[in-house]
């Protein structure tokens, strides 16, 4: 099974600040990696798919890269509704395995 | 607009059976994959269970394998999950989750149900 690495685990930031999320896979994906926001108590949305496409309707600040196994989600501008905890998830083999998650949180 | 509705969770005694139903609308429920994803209390999201437009494709993680059956109605535009020999670790909020191709694999998630509590508990 592929192994999906967040880093960190928690991030505290302010309104504005830059920010960046790590996800590290066991191997190579062929760069089948989406992101993924959480609210408390609601449905995961979609962000990013093939590791650096935006989904529709998300705003420009979201922004992913990466290949191989390293990637990384950046938000280039914090704003209040981005406080909410991100996952990764790698969908090129079964078990389409997520990260742990990184919790975002104010300052 | 895409809808994934789910239905069908509830308490149940360890060892016993439920089946989960989501709901789809706003697409043509047969050209695309479905997954269940799940998160129990406090915790991260966990793949369980994906199956091909067609539903002749199906694929399951380890800790449900032999216990959980993955199934869709095309002609209903709903899938299933019927869930055997439950266990208190099963206990979560189940997702249903529209892929966004033919294939399970490769198909990344685009929409999102607002998920069904199930509980496993005596």
């Known amino acids: 099974d592929i192994q999906m690495t967040q880093s960190p685990s928690s991030l505290s930031a302010s309104v504005g600040d830059r920010v960046t999320i790590t996800c590290r896979a066991s191997?190579?994906?062929?760069?089948?990696l989406a992101w993924f926001q959480q609210k408390p108590g609601k449905a995961p949305k979609s962000l990013i798919y093939a590791a650096s496409s935006l989904q529709s309707g998300v705003p420009s600040r979201f922004s992913g890269s990466g290949s191989g196994t390293d990637f990384t989600l950046t938000i280039s501008s914090l704003q209040p509704e981005d406080f909410a905890t991100y996952y990764c998830?790698?969908?090129?083999?079964?078990?389409?395995?997520f990260g742990q998650g990184t919790k975002l949180e104010i300052k | 607009e895409v809808q994934l509705v789910e239905s069908g969770g509830g308490l149940v005694q360890p060892g016993g059976s439920l089946r989960l139903s989501c709901a789809a609308s706003?697409?043509?429920?047969?050209?695309?994959?479905m997954s269940w994803v799940r998160q129990a209390p406090g915790k991260g999201l966990e793949w369980v269970s994906a199956?091909?437009?067609?539903?002749?494709?199906?694929y399951y993680a380890d800790s449900v394998k032999g216990r959980f059956t993955i199934s869709r109605d095309n002609s209903k535009s709903t899938l299933y999950l019927q869930m055997n020999s439950l266990r208190a670790e099963d206990t979560a909020v189940y997702y249903c989750?529209?892929?966004?191709?033919?294939?399970?694999?490769?198909?990344?998630?685009?929409?999102w149900g607002q998920g069904t509590l199930v509980t496993v508990s005596s």
């Open positions: 706003g697409f043509t429920f047969s050209s695309f994959a």
């Open positions: 199956i091909s437009s067609s539903g002749g494709s199906t």
């Open positions: 998830q790698q969908y090129n083999s079964s078990p389409y395995t």
């Open positions: 191997q190579g994906i062929n760069n089948y």
């Open positions: 989750a529209k892929g966004a191709s033919y294939f399970a694999s490769g198909s990344y998630y685009d929409y």
